[in-house]
């Protein structure tokens, strides 16, 4: 069993908690996730690493309450404990040997932006971060990003914080002006994602996507993450989750995450009715 | 008396359509009268072919004379002594490929029924201490003070039993309540090979997936006085016992209390640690301090058909299909895992997989279609699936190859373009290989479709193990069959891993091989 050591609210429905998990924070490296179940019989979700201490054996997440396992996982408390927490999975982001990055971030897509920018920053990368949130009341991680990153941009869709537009149209900005990079890590909304990879294809800039399938596993035995980048199919647990965004085939990826929408619509509603009499702070 | 009938006794099953809608066990299993009638249709053969086909060697004709005797629990211990697992291997092993492919009575007639038997005594042994801890617990003190007067009453005189006074009969009783619990929990302990007062440890083990091949393994090893740590990427231990096989012909109490018994008899069980990643094989030698590592990690890895359309919503690898259905428990009301329950459900292959995959969408509440390149002969799945399968309604449509998944305008699928086949010239396995017909397509409606057409081992260990070689299939290879000692010092290999997707007992042979290999590498070192 895993304990929460610590809870704390980003924002509106945004969480980061973090766990008692020694062989996870032990390897957990930026760009990795973990699975984690909630109870016995609960559902396996995939979560990036949001931040580990080696030391206290401790790694924290980020999440957004998007479902039913993201709210019963928003429903514990500091001290209970999640029955599963696997991990790290996936490749680490490559981050050697860049200089020059960009790292933008849509939403709670933030959160998986955040450890990678923080590691850039770390080994001396010059980032620029851009990221974008739907209103003021959304934005997390603001003093993180400040200190990881040489310039930031944060945006919102309605302009609440005085600096309205999309992170693709900031990103436009910047390539016009002649901005480059050796790297742009976008980490969003998958259409998100789909554009900022058509903003940089005629530059032939390196554009990395991080890519957030439906998973089960996570150690690449059941394909259900399998996604078509370049014309082969991968699977974004072992593979990934990081691809080149030229090649991904982003489409299709939208929908195939939209496979149980009706089924999870009501298993949302149903865990909505149990936590009803649940506080979630 | 022997029993000359051609066939076997029949294998008591539960109704076809009823069963079709539910994922409690098929098969029920022999009666006491059934297993006896069946265990004297062996004759008992000097020459005892049917143990040599059987790939851990079960003294097989000792066993069923034990249940020709009546004494089943001796059936039982004389099973144990070569095969750990018997209440699966009963239910799961392709036994007409094996044991009662060789057996004497199968010339003319049936072969006796050696997994049917096999499994009545691994059923008989739990069932019995089962009752005999549930009679203990419920047995009142009034109850047993009546058995006790009546005990005294056959070798005493009225006077002498009126010189005792109750106290003294109580006495007497809770003596006996107490031997009761003891020789239960003697006899629970030797089930489960206990050790309370364990000598010092002769070394330390690791051992990576907890399936047949990986608890084999640690069984043998623990039993020998090594301290034995199963690390397993998944939440649950069992491997394809607890993931790939469905409650309704494996029952999940049944791995469960394996891998129990493991447990108490001193195994570690490690979940939630993927090595490779959460922890190497190079660490577990080094750092964690293990003498050596038995990799068991299996062939979990799907293969597709590349065929166009395969990405399209409704298309499952079996893989995926069945751990949502078995390990998530998907097939549950209320599961927190979502699965699509499919209308029209194709599954793609010939194997026990397939059959597994095709059932469960049958009781999901599909129409299920199964489609195969060769013939109805040519089905690898043991025979018994195939049955029970057609019983429960499942449509097999042999010679078809599919050549696309057909998608509607949401990329969902709707359908299945196949190729008819005709068997030709015979290949190098001695099967006549499936041609395509010129020019013959058909379609066929779905709404899924579910892709069985086998597993490779997961490049995941060989890919963060420097210096352990794999061959061109991405199997571990291994260096000494008998041994399963790999390329590399100290790490040992054995089951799908290393042979590709095989068979249950055929993992636990490497297993115990593997055991013994480990035990001679770890004294000599
Ligand atoms: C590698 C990876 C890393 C991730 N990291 C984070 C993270 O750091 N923070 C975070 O908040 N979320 C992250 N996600 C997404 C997160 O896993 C899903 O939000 C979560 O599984 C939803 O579970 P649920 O039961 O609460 O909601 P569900 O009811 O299962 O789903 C709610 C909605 O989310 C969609 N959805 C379901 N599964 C996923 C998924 N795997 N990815 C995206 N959408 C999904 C559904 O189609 C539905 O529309 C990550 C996903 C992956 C694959
Ligand atoms: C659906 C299905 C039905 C089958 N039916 C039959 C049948 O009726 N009869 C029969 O004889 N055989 C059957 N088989 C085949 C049989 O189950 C396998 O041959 C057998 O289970 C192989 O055993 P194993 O111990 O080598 O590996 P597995 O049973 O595959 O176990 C491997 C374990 O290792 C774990 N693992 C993998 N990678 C890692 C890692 N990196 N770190 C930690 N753990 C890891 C896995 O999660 C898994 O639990 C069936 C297989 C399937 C899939
Ligand atoms: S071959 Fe058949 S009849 Fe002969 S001993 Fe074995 S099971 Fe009995
Ligand atoms: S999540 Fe199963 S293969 Fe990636």
Redesign the interface.
């Known amino acids: 069993m895993y304990a929460i050591i610590k809870k704390e609210q980003l924002s509106e429905g945004v969480f980061r908690i973090t766990v008692h998990a020694p062989?996870?924070a032990k390897?957990a490296k930026p760009g990795q996730f973990i699975i984690l179940?909630v109870t016995e019989?609960?559902?396996?979700i995939p979560l990036t690493v949001g931040g580990y201490d080696r030391e206290r054996g401790t790694v924290s997440v980020m999440f957004q309450v998007a479902g039913?396992?993201t709210k019963k996982l928003a429903a514990l408390k500091e001290g209970d404990r999640l029955?599963?927490?696997?991990?790290?999975?996936g490749r680490p982001t490559e981050i050697e040997g860049i200089r020059r990055a960009c790292v933008i971030g849509g939403g709670v897509g933030c959160a998986i932006a955040y450890p990678i920018a923080k590691a850039l920053h770390e080994q001396g990368t010059d980032v620029t971060v851009i990221i974008g949130f739907r209103d003021t009341s959304r934005i997390i991680l603001e003093d993180e990003f400040k200190s990881a990153s040489t310039t930031l941009h944060i945006l919102t869709d309605d302009g609440s914080n005085g600096n309205k537009g999309f992170v693709t149209a900031a990103l436009g900005d910047l390539l016009t002006a002649g901005e480059t990079y050796d790297d742009v890590i976008a980490i969003g909304p998958i259409m998100m994602m789909k554009a900022v990879a058509e903003l940089t294809r005629p530059y032939n800039m390196k554009t990395t996507v991080s890519m957030n399938p439906i998973m089960?596993?996570?150690?690449?035995?059941?394909?259900?993450c399998?996604?078509?980048v370049g014309g082969q199919?991968k699977f974004a647990c072992?593979d990934g989750p990081d691809f080149d965004g030229h090649l991904v085939d982003f489409d299709?990826a939208a929908?195939?995450n939209?496979?149980?929408r009706d089924?999870?619509k009501a298993?949302y509603e149903?865990a909505c009715r149990l936590l009803e009499n649940t506080e979630v702070r | 008396m022997a029993n000359m009938s051609l066939k076997k006794m029949p294998m008591p099953v539960r109704d076809p359509q009823l069963r079709a809608t539910d994922f409690k066990e098929v098969a029920l299993g022999y009666s006491e009268d059934d297993a006896i009638q069946e265990a004297n249709r062996c004759l008992q053969c000097l020459h005892k072919p049917c143990v040599g086909g059987c790939p851990v060697g079960v003294p097989i004709p000792e066993f069923i004379a034990c249940i020709q005797n009546h004494d089943f629990r001796q059936a039982y211990s004389t099973i144990k002594t070569a095969n750990s697992l018997p209440a699966i291997c009963g239910r799961v092993c392709p036994q007409e490929n094996q044991c009662e492919k060789y057996c004497v009575r199968g010339v003319k007639g049936e072969p006796v029924g050696i997994g049917r038997l096999e499994r009545f005594a691994a059923d008989y042994q739990s069932k019995t201490l089962d009752e005999l801890v549930g009679a203990v617990n419920e047995v009142e003190p009034s109850v047993i003070v009546e058995r006790v007067i009546a005990e005294l009453e056959k070798d005493h005189t009225k006077s002498f039993l009126n010189t005792i006074n109750a106290r003294v009969i109580q006495e007497i009783a809770a003596d006996a309540v107490h031997q009761a619990t003891e020789t239960i929990s003697e006899s629970i302990k030797s089930r489960v090979d206990l050790k309370e007062d364990r000598p010092a440890s002769r070394g330390h083990v690791a051992v990576v997936g907890s399936g047949p091949a990986g608890l084999t393994c640690a069984g043998e090893l623990n039993s020998n006085g090594f301290t034995v740590t199963i690390f397993e990427?998944?939440?649950t231990p069992g491997g394809v016992l607890a993931y790939g096989i469905p409650e309704f012909r494996l029952p999940k109490s049944i791995v469960r209390q394996e891998c129990d018994n493991l447990r108490q008899a001193g195994v570690v069980f490690t979940?939630?640690?993927?090595i490779g990643?959460?922890?190497t094989i190079d660490e577990l030698l080094t750092s964690e301090g293990y003498d050596a590592v038995f990799v068991a990690s299996g062939a979990?890895?799907?293969n597709?058909l590349?065929i166009p359309g395969?990405?399209a919503?409704g298309v499952?690898?079996a893989?995926?299909f069945l751990?949502?259905v078995n390990l998530?428990?998907a097939y549950l009301k209320?599961?927190?895992?979502?699965i699509?329950r499919p209308k029209r459900c194709v599954v793609i292959g010939g194997g026990n997989v397939a059959m597994d995959a095709a059932r469960c969408a049958k009781r999901l509440g599909a129409d299920v279609h199964i489609v195969y390149r060769r013939t109805m002969a040519e089905l690898p799945a043991r025979h018994e699936e195939v049955e029970h399968a057609e019983e429960e309604g499942i449509i097999f449509d042999m010679l078809r190859n599919p050549l696309e998944i057909l998608t509607d305008e949401?990329?969902r699928v709707r359908g299945l373009l196949l190729q008819k086949m005709e068997l030709g010239e015979i290949d190098g396995k001695g099967r006549r290989r499936p041609v395509p017909i010129e020019g013959a397509t058909e379609e066929i409606e779905c709404d899924c479709v579910i892709v069985a057409v086998g597993t490779s081992p997961?490049?995941?260990i060989a890919s963060t193990t420097p210096g352990l070689e794999t061959d061109r299939h991405g199997c571990v290879h291994v260096v000494d069959e008998s041994t399963g000692a790999t390329s590399k010092l100290g790490v040992f290999a054995g089951g799908d891993i290393a042979t590709g997707a095989a068979t249950v007992i055929l993992a636990m042979g490497a297993g115990k091989a593997a055991a013994s290999a480990i035990e001679r590498y770890i004294s000599e070192k």
């Open positions: 062989l996870v390897k179940r019989d609960g559902e396996r039913a396992t029955t599963d927490f696997v991990g790290p999975l089960i596993d996570g150690t690449g035995m059941c394909g259900g399998r996604l078509t199919t072992v299709a929908k195939r939209g496979m149980y089924s999870e298993d149903h | 990427a998944f939440h979940t939630n640690a993927v990643r959460t922890l979990g890895l799907p597709f590349e395969e990405s919503l499952y690898s893989n995926e751990t949502r998530m428990k209320g599961a927190d895992t979502p699509y949401n990329e997961n490049p995941l």
